[in-house]
Structures are given as structure tokens and as C-alpha cells.
């Protein structure tokens, strides 16, 4: 049996209540294989169209990246539509740009529409920590806000004190659109949600086997869902079962603490509007506060998804950067969680012989992105694929050497921007 990691979301989310475990065979119009955002929003999309949906999750709902990440609901994709638009055309661009702002839009709908109770805030911000990252947020301002957001304020040094108690940053950008959630309750939320459409979640079933065809054959440890398609969404934690989706991508690890609780006041003190906060580095730090009123900070790569020995080590002395008045704190969590990084940083959706489709590969944003995803499908299945086709035309290259070979070149990639954002060039 696998469980949760220890984190702060397993400890304030009810994790007490167990889906069951497949047992014996089932049929389907549709087999999900991940119960994270991508997979719950497929399943959850594909339930209110009306398709008899089976969901397969090896471990625990929201176990993977999904249950772990910051919870920032951070608009767009991790690269922006203008470099899609030169690089693709214009019409790709465009219809990109499109869909930039509907994954945190079906969030917030959700969250509205079913009352899930997931701790949700409205609100974030980007902070420059110099000057070049500051012309970056104007650039990006300008594009959003021609793209349809209106909730956009750029802020200089001072105005982002109202937002962000910290003196390392030269300025931010703020967007109305963006917020936080406690990704694991909304996870389990969403997974209700399917159950209460009629679709059905099982835990601690891993794909052990998938039989392609006409029919696909979905195999678990102790039982087996034949359906008209299968859509993939195991991300970073994806395993042998489709060796062809792991090539072309690398998981990488991240890691967040937790403080102890610090008490309303005391946080209001470090972000007095309670929004989320992500800086522009490349290896980029991310913090905000939660609902028992704590600061959660993540930070730091470590390519290959390997564990690392000691995260508050690593965490730490960026919070304490970010935040002098916080040293010494007590950090009460620690832990690592993987995303799945591609090469040309965009997300990887397509189809394995027509009725399997697979999204993954959003590349470290990926909480709107995946939410996204789980509706194109859902339309693609239903017979119109133009959507999905938009990211699923966008070529990928494989990872030159494999995973291996492509740790170390990746880590001096990003070792060489670490150091251009260290000197604001
Ligand atoms: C620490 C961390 C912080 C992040 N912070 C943010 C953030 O603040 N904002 C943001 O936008 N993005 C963030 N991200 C990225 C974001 O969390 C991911 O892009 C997104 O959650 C991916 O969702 P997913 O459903 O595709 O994959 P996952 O959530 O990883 O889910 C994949 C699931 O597939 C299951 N699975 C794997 N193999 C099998 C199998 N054989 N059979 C059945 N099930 C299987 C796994 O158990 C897992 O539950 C962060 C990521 C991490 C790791």
C-alpha cells in the first residue's frame, strides 16, 4: 500500500476516508490512469458529458504532484504565447493564447458551483528581484491584458509592500486572476465530485499492464477495465507501463516547508493581502500563507527527481532571504514533490494510436494547465479535437542522451540562467 507523503496538506486535509481498491472487471467508455488534476479533470469532464468513466489511481488520490505543489494558481503556460506564436505561427499563438486563462476559470468554477471546500484565496503576484525581470512582468503585463486579463497592476518597490513585506524585490506584477487553493482537498474534492456524476475512483491500483486495440485492456494488481479509450495523466510518476511517454521528458523534484503556525497578525505582517507570491528566476521560489495561517515555501530544483538528504537545509536559508524577521522559525514540514519537465517547456498532450490520449509535461505550472487538459480531452473524445490539437500538434523533441545523459546538461542549463538571474543580465 502506498500512502501520502507527510506533508502539511496530508495533515489538513481528511484523507480518512479511503476510495476502494479495484477488484474483478470492469468496462467503460473511458479509463482515466491518474488521480491527480489531469486525470480528476478528465474523468470529471467526461463524467458530465455523460461517458461511463473507471478512474485508476496507483496510490492515493492527489498523491503525485497534484496533492504537493504550492497551490498557486498561476495563469498561462511556462512559456509565454508570444514565443509559441513565433515559434509555431500566429494561429497557434493565438489559439493558445485562447485557452490561457480558462484552466484557473474552471477552477474557480468548480470551487463556486460545488462548494469545495479547499481553503481557496483570489490573488497572486510575480516579484522582480531586478530590473531585466522588471521589464519581463511590464512585457508580460501587456500580454495578458491583451489577451483578456483586466486584473493585472504593476507594482514599483514600494507598492509591492503593500503585497509582499520583503526588501529583495524591485517591483511585481499582481493578477486579480491568479490565487491559492490547498491542492489536496481540492483534489479530493474534484474526485467526489466524479463519483457523485456517476464515474468511479478506485485507489491503490496501479496499471500494471495496458492491452492496446480497439478495445484497451487496462490491467491493475488485482483487476482489469476494458474501455474505448484510456487517457494517461500519470505525469512524473509514470512508470514502464508506457516506456514511449517517458523519452522525451525529465521528472525534476522541488521541495516546500512549512513553518509552525505563526498567527493571523503575524502573516498579514509578511503578505498583508494574502495573496501568493512567485518570483521570476529561473529556479524560482514560491511562498504564500495558509488557512491555519503558517508560511509555505517552496523552492529549488533538483534535476532527475532524486530526494534530497535534507530539505530544510535547502529551504530555509530563501525563506530566511526572503523574510529575515522569520529566522530562526520552526519549519513543522518538509517534503519533495515531482513535475515533469520537457524541453521546450511546454505541455505534451497527444494520442498513442488513436484511443489513447496522454497530457503531461506542463513543466512546473502546470495547477491551471492540468485543469485545462482534462476538458480538451474531454471534447476531443466527444468528437471535436481542435482544442486539443492546438497542443497536441506542438513538436517534441526527445531528451538528447535519455534521463540520464540529460541531468547533468540540464542542471549546467540552468546553472548558467541561475547565474544571468544572479547578475540581472
Ligand atoms: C512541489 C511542487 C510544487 C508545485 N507548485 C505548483 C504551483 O504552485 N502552481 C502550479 O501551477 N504548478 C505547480 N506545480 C506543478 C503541478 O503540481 C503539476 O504540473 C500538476 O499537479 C501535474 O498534475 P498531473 O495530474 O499531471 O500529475 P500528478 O499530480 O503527478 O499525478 C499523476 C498521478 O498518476 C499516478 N500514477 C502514476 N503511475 C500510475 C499507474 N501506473 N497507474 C495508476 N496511476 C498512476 C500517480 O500516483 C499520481 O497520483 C508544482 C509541482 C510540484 C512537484
Known sequence: MSEYVSSYYAYSADISQPFPTLEGELEADVCVMGGGFTGLSSALHLAKAGFKVVLLEASRIGFGASGRNGGQIVNSYSRDVDTIGSKYGKAVGDAAAAMMFEGGEIIRNLITEHQIDCDYVPG?????????????????????????????????????????????????????????IQPLKLCLGEARIIQSMG?????????????????????????????????????????????????????????????????????????????????????????????????????GVVY????????????????????????????????????????????????????????????GHGVTCTHLAGKVVAEAIRGQAERFDVFAKLPHLPLLGGRVLQIPFTALGASYYTLRDKLGI
Request: include cysteine.
Open 199 to 299: 464515474g468511479q475512483v478506485f485507489e491503490q491500483s496501479p496499471v500494471t499492464k495496458i492491452e492496446k486495440g480497439q478495445t484497451v485492456t487496462v490491467h491493475t494488481e488485482k483487476g482489469r477495465v476494458k474501455a474505448k479509450f484510456l487517457v494517461v495523466g500519470a505525469n512524473a510518476y509514470l512508470t514502464h507501463v508506457l516506456p514511449e511517454l517517458t523519452k522525451r521528458n525529465m521528472p525534476c523534484g522541488t521541495q516546500i516547508v512549512t513553518t509552525e503556525v505563526l498567527g493571523e497578525e503575524h502573516c498579514r505582517e509578511l503578505l498583508p493581502t494574502n495573496y501568493c507570491v512567485e518570483d521570476c528566476n529561473y529556479l524560482l521560489d514560491y511562498y504564500r500563507t495558509t488557512a491555519d495561517h503558517r508560511l509555505l515555501y517552496g523552492g
Open 304 to 363: 532527475g527527481a532524486r530526494d534530497p538528504a535534507d530539505i530544510e537545509a535547502l529551504i530555509r536559508p530563501k525563506l530566511e532571504k526572503t523574510f529575515p524577521q522569520l529566522k530562526g522559525v520552526k519549519i513543522e514540514f518538509t517534503w519533495t514533490g515531482n513535475f515533469l519537465l520537457t524541453l521546450s517547456r511546454l505541455p505534451e498532450f497527444g494520442r498513442l494510436d488513436n484511443n489513447i490520449y496522454y497530457m503531461q509535461g506542463y513543466s
Open 124 to 180: 497572486g503576484a510575480f516579484v522582480a528581484l531586478n530590473d531585466k525581470q522588471m521589464h519581463e512582468l511590464t512585457e508580460q503585463a501587456k500580454r495578458w491584458q491583451r489577451h483578456g486579463n483586466n486584473k493585472l497592476t504593476l507594482l514599483d518597490k514600494q507598492a509591492l509592500k503593500t503585497i509582499v513585506n520583503s526588501d529583495r524585490y524591485v517591483g511585481g506584477l499582481s493578477d486579480g486572476m491568479s490565487g491559492h
